[in-house]
T-cell receptor, first 113, second 116 residues
Framework: DQQVKQNSPSLSVQEGRISILNCDYT??????FLWYKKYPAEGPTFLIS?????DKNEDGRFTVFLNKSAKHLSLHIVPSQPGDSAVYFC????????????FGKGTLLTVNP | GAVVSQHPSWVICKSGTSVKIECRSL??????MFWYRQFPKQSLMLMAT?????????EQGVEKDKFLINHASLTLSTLTVTSAHPEDSSFYIC????????????FGAGTRLSVL
């Protein structure tokens, strides 16, 4: 039973355009969400996070949107750069408990020059 | 962000031997560290939660006698794969909870284990 789902295994965008990566979750107890970027044979790098008390969080080119009623979040990257090409993982947790992260399967983003 | 160092990055061993992987938080103290395993083209699967000074908590289906975890200090956790077999070949990644936001985990670079 996958509690965090990233239904698009891959996404390809042109440099300079917007990349939108989507994530859905089923567990209503999740109240904190994170996005990680991962290159092959490396550990994930933390990008941005959002608490369920917010619906938007922005950090430079990265913005995460949360729609609690739809149990959906998205990561927007604007403008996209070739160096953004990587696998992006969405993760969720229930804060204040055991802080265990539940990951989606990831979306491979390719930004073409 | 916080720096987590993992060593070695790649290890090849013979079947039946044991392999130790180290995970260090370099610029902060981590009372809790986590160990994950990733299969090719799959997501990260949590294996166990490592708590400083106490026994690790293992996820369902993970053999605690196979994957020994020690968290003897606030900056070091180790994972020992005992009597490794080819099916243990995988990518192992550790993480540590941030000191300033316990919801965020920072990850090491991972260890590629190949058992011949």
């Amino acid at each position: 039973d996958q509690q965090v789902k990233q239904n698009s295994p891959s996404l390809s965008v042109q440099e300079g355009r917007i990349s939108i990566l989507n994530c859905d979750y089923t567990n209503s107890m999740f109240d904190y969400f994170l996005w990680y970027k991962k290159y092959p044979a490396e550990g994930p790098t933390f990008l941005i996070s959002i608490s369920s008390i917010k619906d938007k969080n922005e950090d430079g080119r990265f913005t995460v949107f949360l729609n609690k009623s739809a149990k959906h979040l998205s990561l927007h990257i604007v403008p996209s750069q070739p160096g953004d090409s990587a696998v992006y993982f969405c993760a969720a947790l229930r804060s204040g408990s055991n802080y265990k992260l539940t990951f989606g399967k990831g979306t491979l983003l390719t930004v073409n020059p | 962000g916080a720096v987590v160092s993992q060593h070695p990055s790649w290890v090849i061993c013979k079947s039946g031997t044991s392999v130790k992987i180290e995970c260090r938080s370099l610029d902060f103290q981590a009372t809790t560290m986590f160990w994950y395993r990733q299969f090719p083209k799959q997501s990260l699967m949590l294996m166990a939660t490592s708590n400083e000074g106490s026994k690790a908590t293992y996820e369902q289906g993970v053999e605690k006698d196979k994957f020994l975890i020690n968290h003897a200090s606030l900056t070091l956790s180790t994972l020992t794969v005992t009597s490794a077999h080819p099916e243990d070949s995988s990518f192992y990644i550790c993480s540590a909870r941030a000191w300033n936001d316990q919801n965020i985990q920072y990850f090491g670079a991972g260890t590629r284990l190949s058992v011949l």
